[in-house]
Nanobody, 124 residues
Framework: QVQLVESGGGLVQPGGSLRLSCATSGFTLDYYDIGWFRQAPGKAREGVSYIRATDGNPYYVDSVKGRFTMSRDLGKKTVYLQMNNLKSEDTAVYYC?????????????????WGQGTQVTVSS
């Protein structure tokens, strides 16, 4: 049974840092694209970053480049999102998700299995 469980969210001041984790089970992590998405109140869900199965490299949306780092630990079957220099506009529920077809894109509809999400609030 496929499971993705996010953790690590919380309240942080602007300029602060958080590290999100996504513990996975039920599939081989490096066989599939895995991504982080977020949804702010009243907004559509958007892709933040993903790691491609084909090359193991992370890719980022422009708004987080240079501030966020996505990584994975295959032994722990866990992916991480290190978020630095957080801004109020980063406030959202963050989700991890897998794309079984390895499309290598930020298209939400191409991601099939989702975690329950973790809340990140950036506020002073």
């Amino acid at each position: 049974q496929v499971q993705l469980v996010e953790s690590g969210g919380g309240l942080v001041q602007p300029g602060g840092s958080l590290r999100l984790s996504c513990a996975t089970s039920g599939f081989t992590l490096d066989y599939y694209d895995i991504g982080w998405f977020r949804q702010a109140p009243g907004k559509a869900r958007e892709g933040v970053s993903y790691i491609r199965a084909t090359d193991g490299n992370p890719y980022y949306v422009d708004s987080v480049k240079g501030r966020f780092t996505m990584s994975r630990d295959l032994g722990k079957k866990t992916v991480y999102l290190q978020m630095n220099n957080l801004k109020s506009e980063d406030t959202a529920v963050y989700y991890c998700a897998t794309d079984w077809a390895n499309n290598g894109r930020f298209v939400e509809s191409e991601y099939d299995s989702w975690g329950q999400g973790t809340q990140v609030t950036v506020s002073s």
